[in-house]
């Protein structure tokens, strides 16, 4: 079976990318920046250049779909770039094609806040894609650069989903009729996004779920089910955003950034700053099998088990990251 | 016949391309950026990428040796990316990768003046490769980079020969047995850059060449043949270091960058600090055949006329383009 994780960003070192092949992950969307510019963006693919060349026993970068079939075949653990917010481009439409032709795959059009593209889904007042916003998503769709709307707020996402002439992908939240707020979508978004042939990616970070870190495996297999109901049984998939051993500086930085003086707790509170305890079925990536195993108990088909496993993303990934005509 | 040009940097547009296509170029080095760092180096790489798009019936990016012969067979020329200096990597070795990745093909360790990595040819002094300047040399070797020494000073060319471990390459220079000039090389330089299997391009920048823009064609061709025999006829081709229809602007960011307060004037003077007039009988890109005509006129085979116009720079490509093992 192919295993895709639709987001992670561990802090990326052996143990972790073993722990992804022990768990049977075929490939998995990593977060390469949150806040970081142009200049930044290119030190963190540097670093990633690095992992590549250490680790290529374990690891492969993945340029294409087909590279994700290689890394079953071989047996590794392929690495689909990703961007959680659209500070690499800065305000240069140029810069999409240079990053993706450095495989940034996945773009953010948000973070949380108001970008030079849309709305983040922690703003009061949404006022949608913006006129730079339209272009890139223009852009984003010519050279196969997948937009990505999880940290955006309502109005940006559904303009973005009619606006972008390719699918788009919702890579890690959740329906919020399982559990609400700010980062999870309402009904409304996803049936759009799947008539419009987009997917998304179910998130097992606590603050997405409902009872957090105490959300059951059934719980969690029968929201699956429902969305499966509202979206249809191939736009669907998992994007557990994973933030696996990394340090309360690095929550800081994806909730501060470089944008707040005051401390912002992002989706916690003063008296719950740090990182969400891990669910007891979801410890680390090894607990894959775990989720397979509940979906195949709630009543899903093998054939249905492996499209929300993987094949749904392989398939998008295969249409999406192509350019176009 | 494959024709390609070591080196330009014209005014790039579609009247400039038509010329290269009208003088027979198959591919040409293109310098993308002078004394531009790693952010800048991005923007210009973003208007190629535009350029791509605007002329692709004429032009295309060279992405390995293979483009080059695909660019023959489709009547187009091909873009090989160069740098001057190495300012795009900073101070960062990861930087190199990534620039690779971005089809950054060749880059000169130092552009007049001393870099982090070497010596150029205007300073009193020369150092030699410094230390980053050695594992930047093994860090281009390994991802197929190629070391271009053409700005260089003697010490520090005769030690990134000695140093690489592939074959490096003065893209645009002339022997200073025919010009005294600080550009022009040595026959030291040339003979341990021939036995080392390397490259060196011929230039028609009237400074470096006898009697200036008055250079005649037979003059060109005899140097040329007495090279041919210091260096072997297969270590040598042309590289033209046209400059057309470029503003003394950037004739001063060439000279000047952001390094000088006063005016550096280059190999021109206060008295003579404008353009140089181009040759009569390479007035531009159209003229290529012109230099083919005279190198068979003085007696140069077919072969070998094909061997300097562009087969030994291809040849030189296939080679030290490739990733090392």
Same mark, same amino acid.
């Given at each position: ?18 722990? /992804? ?54 047996? *590794? %653990? ?14 240069? #439409? ?11 795959? #996945?773009?953010?059009?948000? !973070? ?21 916003? *339209? ?11 997948? %937009? ?51 997917? @998304?990616?179910?998130?097992? !970070? ?10 059951? @495996? ?14 249809? #049984? ?16 690095? /929550? ?8 707040? *003086? ?28 775990? #989720? ?34």
């Amino acid at each position: 079976m192919i295993v895709i994780d639709g987001l992670q960003y561990s802090h990326w070192d052996r143990g972790i990318f073993e722990q /992804l092949r022990e768990g049977g992950v075929t490939a998995v969307h990593v977060t390469i920046v949150y806040h970081e510019n142009a200049r930044e963006t290119l030190t963190r693919l540097g670093e990633w250049n690095l992992r590549f060349e250490q680790h290529g026993d374990l690891i492969m970068p993945v340029r294409n779909a087909g590279d994700i079939r290689r890394a079953k075949a071989l047996g *590794k %653990v392929g690495i689909i770039f990703g961007a959680q917010n659209c500070s690499p481009i800065e305000d240069e #439409i140029a810069l999409i094609e240079v990053f993706r032709e450095l495989n940034l795959m #996945i773009m953010q059009l948000t !973070y949380n806040n108001q970008s030079l593209l849309a709305t983040g889904c922690y703003e009061s007042d949404d006022s949608g894609l913006t006129r730079f916003g *339209k272009q890139v998503v223009g852009e984003m769709n010519r050279v196969g650069m997948i %937009v990505d709307m999880s940290h955006s707020a309502e109005r940006s996402t559904l303009e973005a989903i009619e606006y972008s002439q390719r699918p788009i992908v919702i890579s890690h939240a959740n329906p919020d009729f399982f559990h609400e707020a700010k980062r999870n979508k309402s009904d409304k978004v996803l049936q759009a996004l799947g008539e419009s042939g987009g997917l @998304l990616g179910f998130s097992l !970070y606590p603050f997405h779920l409902k009872n957090g870190s105490d959300c059951s @495996l059934d719980d969690f297999c029968d929201m699956v089910a429902r969305t499966a109901d509202i979206m249809g #049984i191939e736009q669907i998939g998992i994007g557990t955003d994973l933030c696996q051993d990394q340090p309360l500086s690095v /929550l800081e930085w994806m909730r501060n950034g470089r944008w707040s *003086k005051v401390m912002d707790y992002g989706e916690g509170s003063a008296a719950n700053s740090q990182w969400p305890q891990p669910l007891s079925w979801f410890r680390d990536s090894r607990d894959f099998p775990n #989720i397979t195993a509940g979906l195949l108990k709630r009543g899903f088909s093998a054939e249905d088990v492996a499209r929300i496993m993987g094949l749904n993303w392989l398939n998008f990934l295969d249409q999406g990251l192509q350019p176009q005509g």
